[in-house]
């Protein structure tokens, strides 16, 4: 009952209008122990052999693909946390993303030959036709911006009509025409009757890079996460000189505009008290996933140590965690978040214990 009274005060506070910044501590333990009137998070296990583990998808295949950034390498691992393949000596992996074709889209690192640099790349890794057999598979390059050395790729989401959208962070975004900050619109289009190869369409002006208090400012963006058969998603960043570190955007196509609208707009009055834009709420937001069957949304605070959960209406859901230390439950800089089989997957990535921990409702058991 204790922490049910704190969510009513934080729901009170946010239906004032208060915009103090979000207090993690707020948040129930991952390890409470459960009562009868009680659900919550708790720990069902980890999976190990990670140095530095920053994302993790399930895959439309039901395996699980993670980005072991430090590790150099992309690991596949089945539902029981076994090791299918492996890809050695890609620099720094830090997202990924499985098309409906199921090939891999992963944002790392490469060394230019004509500069020295080491910049940001896109690649494409050709499962299927390797048996996802990781290490045999064709690699395409995608994108790479030699002359942006210190921009990186940091999310990918899958959207319909064989198209995706990449996430790019960077330092700068004093240009108004190309900042650091976008998100890249891309299709995998036919050449011909039997190739296909990516195409860049156009970086999405519907979200304006740089400082500011609206709903569509973004300035150093983590991480997206799309919804199942839809062109909606959820784009997360840092809270550097903005107000608002998740932005929920909705795929529009009327007669007179196409394009992404935000769900909610907090410069409305009647959205202003909707839990999912209250403002100052993250820190550093690094990882956010959907869960396929519920559209519950789950994000991670690496600088918060959390896990918060919202539901399909934008509803801050009691089940949220983290920041708590305790035997085996407690999360050091987690960087990403999967669901599936309502098990909660989570990067921890700290770097002294990179592992994957596993999360159960304590009602599923």
């Known amino acids: ?26 948040l129930p333990p991952a390890t409470d122990i459960p009562t009868a009137t009680d659900t919550s ?29 430090l590790g150099n390498r992309i690991v596949i691992l089945n539902q029981a946390g076994q090791e299918l393949s492996r890809l050695e000596n890609i620099v720094h992996p830090a997202s ?39 290490d045999q598979a064709e690699i395409d390059t995608i994108w790479k911006e030699p002359a942006r050395p210190l921009r990186r790729f940091v999310g990918i989401g899958i959207i319909p009509n064989d198209e995706y959208l990449v996430v790019r962070d960077g330092p700068d975004n004093s240009s108004i025409v190309d900042p650091d900050a976008r998100v890249l619109r891309f299709r995998y289009v036919h050449v011909n009757a039997t190739a296909r190869k990516d195409s860049f369409i156009t970086s999405l002006g519907d979200l304006q890079s740089g400082v500011g208090g609206s709903i569509a400012n973004i ?5 997206i996460a799309t919804f199942p058969g839809r062109a909606d998603f959820i784009l997360i960043q840092r809270a550097e000189g903005i107000q608002y570190s998740a932005i929920w955007m909705v ?24 839990d999912f834009v209250r403002p100052n709420r ?21 600088s ?6 919202f539901n399909s209406r934008g509803v801050f859901k009691g ?5 708590k230390n305790s035997v085996g439950g407690d999360l050091d800089n987690p960087r990403s978040v999967a669901i599936a089989e309502k098990t909660l997957y989570v990067c921890d990535s700290d770097s002294l214990r990179g592992r994957i921990v596993l999360y159960r409702l304590s009602t599923d058991f």
């Not at 300035?219 to 991480?223: K, L």
């Not at 993250?282 to 690496?302: N, T, Y």
């Open 219 to 223: 300035n150093r963006p983590t991480g």
């Open 1 to 26: 009952m204790k922490h049910f009274f704190s969510f009513i005060v934080i729901m009170i506070l946010v239906s004032a209008g208060c915009q103090l910044p979000y207090d993690p501590n707020r």
């Open 41 to 69: 998070y708790v720990p069902k296990g980890e999976w190990g052999g990670f140095i530095k583990p920053v994302a993790i998808i399930y895959g439309r295949d039901q395996l699980f693909y993670v980005a072991d950034y």
């Open 319 to 323: 089940e949220s965690f983290g920041r």
């Open 96 to 134: 990924i993303g499985q098309d409906t074709r199921l090939d891999l889209i992963v944002g790392a690192e490469t060394r230019e030959p004509t500069t020295g640099d080491t910049i940001g790349v896109i690649l494409r890794i050709k499962l299927v036709n390797a048996s996802h057999l990781l």
């Open 304 to 309: 918060q140590d959390s896990v918060v959960k």
């Open 251 to 274: 795929y529009s196509k009327t007669f007179d505009f196409e394009g992404w609208l935000p769900k909610y707009d907090p410069s409305q009055p009647d959205q202003r008290s909707i």
């Open 282 to 302: 993250f820190i550093e937001p690094r990882g956010v996933a959907i869960d396929r069957l519920r559209s519950d949304i789950f994000i991670v605070d690496a």
